[in-house]
């Protein structure tokens, strides 16, 4: 009898006759037999499985943008705060349009703002939702207008750097919602402050609308951070 020799066809996983093509059918084939699967080999040296390395880094990813997403409000609830000024009321100190950004932690704590500070506060108008002007006199300190246009704390003239030259200080018309008339000397009370705009002619402040309660000021102004070009701390 002939010898036959065999070889296993390494793609189809059964065996042919040596020098013979496997057999071509378009019939159905039989089940072939598999293989048990051999157990998983640990990565050899210079190899590793980068799954968990993977997951690892998308957690520790997500953990640090949500802790620099709660960092972030923290800062602004609790200590600075960006604004952005509308209006001209602070020239020429701040420029319309110019973003500054207020200290708030001061405030929080019960402090009081000092004279000459810029502060943020709630408009006692309601007609905007925040306000920016300079802080001129605080509480027990007496401020009045003289009839040729400056400004004295205390008997004393107050020296007005931050105006324009030759600009003057006059009353304003009250609001209509203050609770009393305001005249001048005026004597700050306990707890609040008497503010006004740099930009004395096109400010309504203090002089329309009283002083301002310290519990309504939201932070102190201390620097301009955008444009760039006026980068500048806030005096």
Same mark, same amino acid.
């Given at each position: 009898?002939?010898?036959?020799?065999?070889?296993?066809?390494?793609?189809?996983?059964? !065996?042919?006759?040596?020098?013979?093509?496997?057999?071509? @059918?378009?019939?159905? /084939?039989?089940?072939?037999?598999?293989?048990?699967?051999?157990?998983?080999?640990?990565?050899?040296?210079?190899?590793?499985?980068?799954?968990?390395?993977?997951?690892?880094?998308? #957690?520790?990813?997500?953990?640090?943008?949500?802790?620099?997403?709660?960092?972030?409000?923290?800062?602004?609830?609790?200590?600075?705060?960006?604004?952005?000024?509308?209006?001209?009321?602070?020239?020429? =100190?701040?420029?319309?349009?110019?973003?500054?950004?207020?200290?708030?932690?001061?405030?929080?704590?019960?402090?009081?703002?000092?004279?000459?500070?810029?502060?943020? $506060?709630?408009?006692?108008?309601?007609?905007?939702?925040?306000?920016?002007?300079? #802080?001129? %006199?605080?509480?027990?300190? #007496?401020?009045?207008? =003289?009839?040729?246009?400056?400004?004295?704390?205390?008997?004393?003239?107050?020296? /007005?750097? !931050?105006?324009?030259?030759?600009?003057?200080? $006059? *009353?304003?018309?009250? /609001?209509?919602?203050?609770?009393? *008339?305001?005249?001048?000397?005026? %004597?700050?009370?306990?707890?609040?402050?008497?503010?006004?705009?740099?930009?004395?002619?096109?400010?309504?402040? @203090?002089?329309?609308?009283?002083?301002? *309660?310290?519990?309504?000021?939201?932070?102190?102004? $201390?620097? =301009?951070?955008?444009?760039? %070009?006026?980068?500048?701390?806030?005096?």
């Amino acid at each position: 009898m002939n010898r036959q020799s065999y070889q296993r066809h390494p793609q189809q996983g059964h !065996y042919t006759q040596q020098g013979h093509p496997p057999h071509q @059918s378009h019939r159905q /084939e039989p089940l072939q037999h598999v293989n048990p699967p051999q157990p998983k080999q640990a990565p050899s040296d210079g190899e590793s499985d980068t799954r968990g390395v993977t997951g690892k880094w998308l #957690v520790e990813t997500l953990g640090l943008v949500v802790l620099a997403f709660v960092i972030a409000m923290g800062v602004r609830m609790f200590i600075v705060e960006p604004y952005r000024i509308p209006t001209g009321s602070m020239l020429p =100190t701040i420029q319309i349009d110019d973003h500054i950004m207020i200290y708030r932690l001061g405030t929080h704590l019960g402090s009081t703002p000092d004279p000459l500070d810029i502060v943020v $506060f709630h408009d006692p108008t309601d007609m905007f939702p925040s306000l920016v002007k300079r #802080v001129i %006199a605080t509480e027990g300190q #007496v401020i009045d207008l =003289t009839p040729e246009g400056h400004v004295t704390i205390d008997g004393q003239l107050l020296n /007005e750097p !931050y105006i324009e030259e030759g600009s003057l200080t $006059f *009353p304003l018309q009250p /609001e209509a919602n203050l609770r009393e *008339p305001l005249t001048f000397p005026y %004597a700050v009370p306990a707890d609040h402050i008497f503010v006004m705009g740099d930009n004395r002619q096109r400010s309504s402040d @203090s002089r329309a609308f009283g002083s301002i *309660p310290v519990s309504e000021v939201k932070g102190v102004a $201390f620097f =301009t951070y955008w444009p760039l %070009a006026h980068f500048s701390t806030l005096e």
